[in-house]
């Protein structure tokens, strides 16, 4: 069974510059999560959607990310334009939400770097 | 809104001497969770309590969830190289249909011969 895909691995691009890290989550899985990994901040989640709905945004830290679920095997978080406070490793996780059973399992990340 | 602290922050130890991490939340939970991220890797879960003082072992990996369901510690015996990496708690967040986790802000654990 695979896991929680997500790509591109690493990212470099340049200030100004738009930058989509996509990710699917395991078949089967109702809800994901999108988070930010970093020294200073830990690791800080950004979004998560139930049913492909978002329930809670609020730690998107501003209007330059963007985040969609089209359907239930894909996601996108959108950062545009980049800046470099965004490097950062962006971890997608999901999990199937069962009452108060609710392991998450994370993709490999997306080491993301700002120029 | 909620938080969870661990500490430390940080430990080094020698292979062979034992580990404890500690975990706090300021509100009380329905249950925590405890994941393991290596170096350069992605947290994975290790291990979910749910009843109040409620003690869970895997290998030399004994878990505990305090009785008022705040606080938890995760303690390591006669550690190994296997065992660096990075410690986090986390609690659940229920909006009645969905759920997230607040991490803890992790303990970061070095292991050295």
């Known amino acids: 069974d695979a896991g929680v895909i997500q790509s591109p691995r690493h990212e470099v691009t340049e200030m100004g510059q738009e930058v989509t890290l996509r990710c699917k989550p395991i078949s089967g899985h109702n809800s994901l999560f999108w988070y930010r990994q970093t020294m200073m901040r830990g690791l800080e989640l950004l979004i998560y959607?139930?049913?492909?709905?978002?329930?809670?945004d609020s730690g998107m830290p501003e209007d330059r990310f963007s985040a969609k679920m089209p359907n239930a095997s894909f996601s996108t978080l959108k950062i545009q334009p980049s800046e470099p406070r965004d490097s950062a490793v962006y971890f997608c996780?999901?999990?199937?939400?069962?009452?108060?059973?609710?392991?998450?399992?994370f993709g490999p990340g997306t080491r993301l770097t700002v120029l | 809104g909620q938080q969870v602290m661990q500490i430390p922050q940080y430990q080094h130890v020698q292979e062979g001497e034992d580990f404890t991490t500690y975990c706090n939340s300021s509100t009380t939970l329905s249950n925590i969770q405890w994941y393991k991220q290596r170096p350069g890797g992605h947290p994975v879960f290790l291990i979910q309590?749910?009843?109040?003082?409620e003690v869970k072992k895997q290998k030399r990996l004994t878990f505990q969830f305090g009785e008022a369901k705040k606080n938890s510690s995760l303690h390591i015996t006669a550690t190994q190289t296997t065992d660096v990496g990075t410690y986090f708690c986390a609690g659940p967040n229920h909006t009645g249909t969905a759920s997230k986790l607040t991490f803890g802000t992790g303990t970061r654990l070095q292991v050295t011969l």
């Open positions: 309590l749910v009843k109040s003082g």
């Open positions: 996780a999901s999990s199937l939400f069962l009452s108060d059973y609710n392991e998450q399992f």
């Open positions: 959607f139930n049913n492909n709905v978002p329930i809670d």
